[in-house]
């Protein structure tokens, strides 16, 4: 193409610059790059090892949506189910499994910064032992504790 411009034809390409690296050329760089990596990875593992540990609370939480369509007897019961068995794993069998009525409370209260000390949730107890008393737990109950249920499942601490 210069054959072809008079005024291209005294033009001398020049040659282009060396590559640049993109690694840091000092060692005190290079330590810190490294030190980057490494603390990188370790937040990584610690996410998904929180992620795994909580997989029961997620399990747990897909279980309690699917309870408002439910009857509130059956809803209530398996409330309570939901409840001890995410309890179990987050607090060990041994200590929770033999909780029941106030003392169920009473570890539920003391595990959470939800309030387990109402007379709506005295009644969901009374009325999981007792079918006929639970003509007093109505809908709006029944999404109430599956609300605070939720919180509880959510907020409970684990102890280390």
Request: charged share 20%; aromatic share 10%.
């Amino acid at each position: 193409m210069s054959g072809n411009n008079i005024l291209l034809a005294s033009l001398v390409e020049t040659a282009p610059p060396p590559n640049v690296s993109l690694f840091p050329q000092t060692i005190g760089w290079q330590v810190l790059l490294v030190i980057f990596i490494i603390v990188g990875i370790y937040y990584i593992y610690k996410k998904i090892d929180e992620w795994k540990k909580n997989r029961y609370r997620r399990n747990a939480l897909k279980q309690l949506s699917a309870l408002e369509s439910q009857a509130n007897l059956k809803a209530i019961q398996q409330l309570n189910r939901i409840l001890k068995e995410t309890a179990s794993i987050a607090f060990g069998e041994k200590k929770v499994a033999r909780l029941y009525g106030d003392e169920w409370l009473v570890f539920l209260d003391k595990t959470s910064v939800n309030n387990f000390n109402s007379e709506e949730v005295k009644q969901w107890q009374c009325a999981i032992y007792n079918p006929h008393s639970s003509l007093v737990i109505n809908q709006e109950m029944v999404k109430q504790l599956i609300t605070l249920s939720g919180l509880w499942i959510k907020q409970h601490e684990v102890p280390l």
